[in-house]
T-cell receptor, first 116, second 114 residues
Framework: AQKITQTQPGMFVQEKEAVTLDCTYD???????LFWYKQPSSGEMIFLIY??????QNATEGRYSLNFQKARKSANLVISASQLGDSAMYFC?????????????FGQGTELSVKP | EAGVTQFPSHSVIEKGQTVTLRCDPI?????LYWYRRVMGKEIKFLLH????????ESGMPNNRFLAERTGGTYSTLKVQPAELEDSGVYFC????????????FGPGTRLTVT
């Protein structure tokens, strides 16, 4: 069964607007972490933001915030004030502490295109 | 502080040949992971080292793939013999000891098998 689901293969957003990239997950592990990575066309994987399952507040890192809704098992990434350089592939990932050890489980990715 | 480095950045080989990919993790990181992304598909876990020991190799596709981590430092991933379906981008990542630290990824090695 798919553990991380990103339902948006591609998204467009106008420069300076906010955009939300969806991510839902499935786990029975009570302790887990959720991550978002950015992969620009150059290919490297850039860590953006992390949310722990026990964190009470939504994580924020600059223009990135994670809308964590535990009951719904969703961890959407919100990018505010989009910039042209935000155009890239975005991956949501999960790390289950007890069930799966340290490995990351990735979603299929969402390709974001920022329009000028 | 140097990041995770991988060598080569790109490798083109013929079916049946052997290729060895190398990963140098961030100094002091005990955890080292290998992942790969086959064209158009999601990134998939291959294996996890803790220091020099294989903690989890459940993602290794078959016995044509052999990973080592000498002395708990750098790691190599050998594919022998390579098949067409092995083409993709191979990522290495490292993280310090602890459960929920983010993993720092290397730039990846793009492997093309013709």
């Amino acid at each position: 069964a798919q553990k991380i689901t990103q339902t948006q293969p591609g998204m467009f957003v106008q420069e300076k607007e906010a955009v939300t990239l969806d991510c839902t997950y499935d786990t029975s592990d009570p302790s887990y972490g959720l991550f978002w990575y950015k992969q620009p066309s150059s290919g490297e994987m850039i860590f953006l933001i992390y949310q722990g399952s026990y964190d009470q507040q939504n994580a924020t890192e600059g223009r990135y915030s994670l809308n964590f809704q535990k009951a719904r098992k969703s961890a959407n990434l919100v990018i505010s004030a989009s910039q042209l350089g935000d155009s890239a592939m975005y991956f949501c990932a999960m790390r289950e502490v007890y069930n799966q050890g340290g490995k990351l489980i990735f979603g299929q990715g969402t390709e974001l295109s920022v329009k000028p | 502080e140097a990041g995770v480095t991988q060598f080569p950045s790109h490798s083109v080989i013929e079916k049946g040949q052997t290729v060895t990919l190398r990963c140098d993790p961030i100094s002091g990181h005990d955890n080292l992971y290998w992942y790969r992304r086959v064209m158009g598909k999601e990134i998939k876990f291959l294996l996890h080292f803790v220091k020099e020991s294989k903690q989890d190799e459940s993602g290794m596709p078959n016995n044509r793939f052999l990973a080592e981590r000498t002395g708990g430092t750098y790691s190599t991933l050998k594919v022998q013999p390579a098949e067409l379906e092995d083409s993709g981008v191979y990522f290495c990542a490292s993280s310090p000891t602890g459960h929920l630290y983010e993993q720092y990824f290397g730039p990846g090695t793009r492997l093309t098998v013709t």
